[in-house]
């Protein structure tokens, strides 16, 4: 059974860094892409970040570059989050989410391509 379980989330002020885990089981790890996503109330699930764990490659929502750093560990079947610089805006419930092929530049943030979710971590910034 493929599980993904998150991590990391809390309360935060603005400028401050969280690092996000996702941790998952039941799957081979290497070659398989890994998404964070977030939604918030009233808004759409939106892309984060994607890694692909066969290759290293990542992928970043315009919004996230330079402030969030992907990552994995494929002993520890694990993906990580990092997030810099966070924003009242950054506020959000946090998902991780994969799929057994690579990530794609444009196919990473949509959410109908990936098979298995987790289920979700609250980050919060406060101003």
């Known amino acids: 059974e493929v599980q993904l379980v998150e991590s990391g989330g809390g309360l935060v002020q603005a400028g401050g860094s969280l690092r996000l885990s996702c941790a998952t089981s039941?799957?081979?790890?290497?070659?398989?892409?890994i998404g964070w996503f977030r939604h918030t109330a009233g808004k759409e699930r939106e892309g984060v970040s994607c890694?692909?764990?066969?290759?290293?490659?990542?992928y970043y929502a315009d919004s996230e570059k330079g402030r969030f750093t992907i990552s994995s560990d494929n002993a520890k079947n694990t993906v990580y989050l990092q997030m810099n610089s966070l924003k009242p805006e950054d506020t959000a419930v946090y998902y991780c989410?994969?799929?057994?092929?690579?990530?794609?530049?444009?196919?990473?943030?949509?959410?109908?391509?990936?098979?298995?979710w987790g289920q979700g971590t609250q980050v919060t910034v406060s101003s």
């Open positions: 890694i692909s764990t066969g290759n290293g490659n990542t």
């Open positions: 989410a994969a799929r057994p092929v690579q990530c794609s530049r444009t196919g990473w943030p949509r959410i109908g391509k990936y098979d298995y």
């Open positions: 039941g799957f081979t790890f290497a070659d398989w892409s």
